[in-house]
């Protein structure tokens, strides 16, 4: 099942923070969070695996909440290469496919 | 980090015709190897799981015998569009995971192949 990714476009100024969220309506394995820039493949950002679990450093983290069923990606401080389409990816259960989320398309502006 | 490698980067062919995309896990072995397509401003969909030694797990609406999945090997899987047709024009995109027990979370990306068929 698809997760739910909102929203589904933001635009910042550079400097500015910005939160996406991830949701599913059963509890996960795992989120992943990915990266993609126009005409490339995906980049791995994170992985979250416990419920309650946060991750990353200053300027890009995440957390999982303790139903594993939400995941919210932070970017603080926003630089112009944070610009891309963001996917959160999900598994319902260990070493199984990801499935990934609509995507949230980031624009970063000077 | 693990690298994935993908060949080609780009195959333009013409209607009918068969093309074969490689997968590479480069520094690491995958019993597991997943490819994805991904149409233009939309999500990455996965078309199948492909395990070494044995057959292909196909998604619902994926035609097997279109999408022939090979995973000879713990660092090749291959996929072939058979007689490709224009809508099969996409960025087909393959990932990798690592069989270590504590990598075998991540996925690997490839950096995707472009296929344009005429």
């Known amino acids: 099942q698809q997760p739910v990714q909102s929203p589904q476009a933001v635009i910042l100024r550079e400097g500015e923070d910005a939160v996406i969220n991830c949701s599913s309506s059963k509890a996960l394995y795992s989120v992943h969070w990915y990266r993609q820039k126009h005409g490339e493949a995906p980049v791995f950002l994170m992985i979250?695996?416990?419920?309650?679990e946060q991750k990353g450093h200053e300027k890009i983290s995440a957390s999982f909440n303790e139903k594993k069923q939400q995941s919210s990606l932070y970017l603080t401080a926003s630089q112009l290469s944070y610009s891309g389409t963001y996917f959160c990816?999900?598994?319902?259960?260990?070493?199984?496919?990801?499935?990934f989320g609509k995507g949230t398309r980031l624009s970063v502006i000077a | 980090g693990a690298v994935v490698s993908q060949h080609p980067s780009w195959v333009i062919c013409k209607s009918g015709t068969s093309v074969k995309i490689e997968c590479r896990s480069l520094d690491f072995q995958a019993t597991t190897m997943f490819w994805y397509r991904q149409f233009p401003k939309q999500s990455l969909m996965l078309m199948a799981t492909?395990?070494?030694?044995?057959?292909?797990?196909?998604e619902q609406g994926v035609e097997k015998d279109k999408f022939l999945i090979n995973h000879a090997s713990l660092t090749l899987s291959t996929l072939t569009v058979t007689s490709a047709h224009p809508e099969d024009s996409s960025f087909y995109i393959c990932?990798?995971?690592?069989?270590?027990?504590?990598?075998?979370?991540?996925?690997?990306f490839g950096p995707g192949t472009r296929l344009l068929v005429l």
């Open positions: 990816g999900t598994e319902i259960g260990g070493n199984t496919p990801l499935v």
């Open positions: 990932s990798a995971r690592d069989s270590l027990p504590r990598l075998k979370e991540t996925q690997y």
């Open positions: 979250l695996l416990k419920g309650g």
């Open positions: 492909s395990n070494e030694g044995s057959k292909a797990t196909y």
